[in-house]
Each structure stands twice: as structure tokens, then as C-alpha cells.
């Protein structure tokens, strides 16, 4: 036999041009198929830690695009999709290397590696973006049906099996089957396409924060040293239940936030200063008793000795716990007088510290629990946390639009003057 490329080349040990290129090929084999998967495997579990994690270091980010589009456990899937790719574009080609191109045993191989790629797909969902998971089965079915239309066309097309094609498939000649064929695959391709718009349209309207700049939703990634992207600190007797409700939708509106709530995540009184410090954010809701509370003051002194940003979230409905901001920096200024002799922050300069980082540094966000309002809320203490995040940090101009929920409230204007009676 002779190569294909170049018929002047005798495939034979005997061939010196034969045995030259031979070796090339298994030097690249070695290295594309073999040793490139092996380095990116190796990656992958170096940063596995941190990529599940949501931590951001140097090397995390720079392998960003094996693992941004999946889901932190499944993190690794690039990789998985990478040797399924090298086994049906080249490794099933040693499948009866002679006569295999002939034969039926590299369709159905391929036809089976296909399926089963496609029910751990449907299995595993490793994708974040529900539009990008649904095109991958897309493509996988397609794969699956052309493999499995290409056994109908080889039994069909090759004189060895001219009498099967018929008694098999039932076409009494090849170009029956071709036909068949190309009609059954446009139809699978048209239905596809609905299918991946119907459910790209779904995941747009999802009611999720995306940003104004990109369209998107945001990066939601942490530092090194943290595991939470914020710290919610409240007194139960007048902030529970507007806390809890806060965590809940933020979690709707945004799947990947991370959130320490002491409902979910205390474990142990005494170490609510290591809470705060392993969470990027330190957010306040301000309701009457908050900073009577000694626990409360314990982790307004550690936010501070950390250096973490404040996002205060004030209540102002009185029947609901709350109080006017006047009334709540008293509160503030009478018991935040030093660090309660705990220790944590021994270089605390008295209340005006406190005030100044509370109500001062920033307009506290009002807490609204009325429908559309309630979402304006929500996503202010978003925006906050985000402005905080290392990706956001770096690049603060893609904040700078805002935010938006798909189906929320558009903004109103008045076309002409208008009396209010309240």
C-alpha cells in the first residue's frame, strides 16, 4: 500500500522515507493526544481547590478557559470532552487499520462512544449556562445520528453488503437510503435549532441579575483567603426575618453567591470573627437593638480590624423592627463606646470610627420589601458586593451601567407636573 498523501511513498518498513515519517508521527502523537491532555489534567487538579472554591489565584485565572462555562464540581469536563474529540477524530481510526474504512465496526464504536458521552452528559448538566448545556446535547445527538445514518449508508453503498440493504433497512438501493438520510438529518437539525432558541429565550428570561455592560450575569469570583462572598450580620429580635428573606433572593437572583447566614453556617459562638474574615464583604442590617447586642458589636469589631467593606442595609419601617437613621447612630455612638474589652481591635478611635463606616462612607441601601422596590434593594446590595470582588476590581468600568433583571419594572416618568396628597 501507499500513503494517500503521497503515493510515491511505500508504506513499508523497508521504505527509508516511510520509516522518517513514521517517526514523526508518533513523536506528535505522543505529544498532542497523550502528553497535552496529561499537562492539562495536571492543572486541573493543582487548581481544583480553588476553582471549587471560587477563590481566585494567578494560575486559576490564567487556565480560566478550562473551567469558566462549567460548574465548580465538574470543573474538569473540558478535559473529558478533549479525549472524547481525539477518540472519534483520530484514535478510531486504529480500528482495523487495513480495511477498516469498509467495515461497520468503527460506526458502531463511534455510534456507541457517542451515545454513552451523551447520557453522562444528560446526566452530569456540567455546564453553568442552561443555553450552553442544551446545544451540547444538541451537537452529541447529532454526532449520535450521524454515526448511527452512516451504518445505514455503508450496509446501502458497499457491494458486500448489497443484499442486506434491503432485508435490514428496507431500501432496495443506496440512493433510497441517501435520501432517506439527508431528510432525516435536516429534519434533526431544524427540530435541534427550535429546541436550542426555545431554550436560549428561557435562559434569557431567567429572572437572574445580569449586567447592563455585557448582557450577562456577573463573574462571581472570591479572593484567595475567603469561601464566602459576604457576611450578613443582624439581631435576631428585629432583623431575622428580613435577613433570611435577603439571602433567599439573592440566591434566586444570583445561583453562585455565597452568603454566611448564622442559620446556615454557624457552627460554634465563638468563632464568629473567623466567619467574618473568610467572607470578602461585611454586610449590616440596621434595625432598633442591633448594636445593643454584644455578638453584633463582636462582628462589627472584627469587620473593622479586617478591613472588610461595609454594605449597610437599613430598615425603616418602624412597625418591622426598624428606626430612622438618627435614631440608630444614637444607638450606635451609646454602645459602640470601645471594643467591649474583647480584644479584637484594640486600635478602635470610639463611636465617630463606627459612624463614619456605617452611615458615613456610604449611603446605607434602604430595605424595601414591596415587589419591585424590594428588587431595587436587592440589587443595589449585589452591585456593593460585586464592586469588592477581585474580577470586579480589576475592572470596574463593567459595573459602572449597572444591573437589570429580565422582566422587571422599567422605569416611569411623569410627562408633566403632578401633585402628590400625601
Known amino acids: 500500500s501507499y500513503l494517500v498523501a503521497d503515493l510515491t511513498v511505500l508504506c ?42 471560587l477563590r481566585v ?93 452512516g451504518t445505514v449508508v455503508q450496509i446501502c453503498e458497499s457491494a458486500a453488503y448489497e443484499d442486506m440493504c434491503d432485508t435490514l433497512v428496507g431500501f432496495p438501493s443506496a440512493r433510497g437510503a441517501s435520501s432517506f438520510v439527508i431528510v432525516l438529518t435536516v429534519t434533526t437539525i431544524a427540530v435541534s435549532l427550535v429546541l436550542v432558541v426555545l431554550k436560549s429565550i428561557s435562559a434569557i428570561r431567567a429572572p437572574t441579575i445580569r449586567l447592563l455592560s455585557n448582557r450577562r450575569p456577573p463573574v462571581m469570583d ?40 448564622d442559620v446556615d453556617c454557624l457552627k460554634n459562638l465563638g468563632a464568629l470573627e473567623e466567619s467574618v474574615a473568610d467572607a470578602t464583604t461585611f454586610l449590616v442590617f440596621l434595625s432598633v437593638g442591633y448594636f445593643k447586642s454584644r455578638n453584633c458589636r463582636r462582628e462589627l469589631y472584627a469587620g473593622l480590624a479586617l478591613d472588610r467593606p461595609f454594605i449597610p442595609i437599613h430598615e425603616a419601617d418602624v412597625e418591622k423592627g426598624g428606626a430612622a437613621l438618627e435614631v440608630l447612630k444614637a444607638e450606635c455612638r451609646a454602645h459602640c463606646v470601645d ?73 416611569y416618568a411623569f410627562v408633566g407636573p403632578v401633585t402628590i396628597l400625601v
Open 57 to 149: 489565584t494567578r494560575l486559576s485565572r490564567a487556565c480560566r478557559f478550562l473551567w469558566r462555562d462549567y460548574n465548580a464540581r465538574f470543573h474538569y469536563w473540558e478535559l473529558a470532552d478533549m479525549y472524547r474529540k481525539l477518540f472519534l477524530a483520530s484514535l478510531v481510526l486504529f480500528i482495523q487499520t487495513d480495511d477498516g474504512s469498509s467495515k461497520l465496526l468503527r460506526l458502531i464504536v463511534a455510534s456507541v462512544v457517542s451515545a454513552l458521552f451523551l447520557t453522562a452528559l444528560a446526566l452530569v448538566k456540567p455546564f453553568k449556562r442552561f443555553d450552553d448545556f442544551y446545544l451540547a446535547c444538541t451537537a452529541n445527538l447529532l454526532l449520535t445520528c450521524c454515526f448511527v445514518l
Open 222 to 261: 472570591l479572593s484567595k483567603k475567603c469561601h464566602f462572598h459576604g457576611f450578613i450580620s443582624h439581631i435576631w429580635s428585629t432583623g431575622q426575618d428580613q435577613t433570611h428573606t435577603i439571602v433567599r433572593q439573592m440566591k434566586l437572583l444570583l445561583p453562585e453567591a455565597r452568603i454566611w447566614l
Open 12 to 53: 513499508s518498513a523497508d521504505d527509508d522515507e516511510y520509516r522518517g515519517l513514521d517517526a514523526y508521527f508518533w513523536a506528535f502523537f505522543v505529544l498532542w493526544p497523550v502528553l497535552v491532555p496529561l499537562v492539562l489534567l495536571g492543572l486541573l487538579l493543582w487548581i481544583r481547590r480553588d476553582v471549587r472554591a
Open 339 to 411: 471594643d467591649a474589652g474583647l480584644g479584637t481591635y484594640p486600635s478602635y478611635l470610639g463611636p465617630a470610627e463606627m459612624v463614619f463606616r456605617i452611615f458615613e462612607k456610604e449611603e446605607p441601601i434602604l430595605w424595601v420589601r414591596v415587589n419591585a422596590f424590594q428588587l431595587e434593594s436587592l440589587k443595589s446590595i449585589a452591585l456593593r458586593m460585586l464592586r469588592h470582588s477581585p474580577y470586579y476590581m480589576r475592572s470596574p468600568n463593567i459595573l459602572t451601567a449597572g444591573a437589570m433583571v429580565p422582566g422587571e419594572v422599567p422605569p
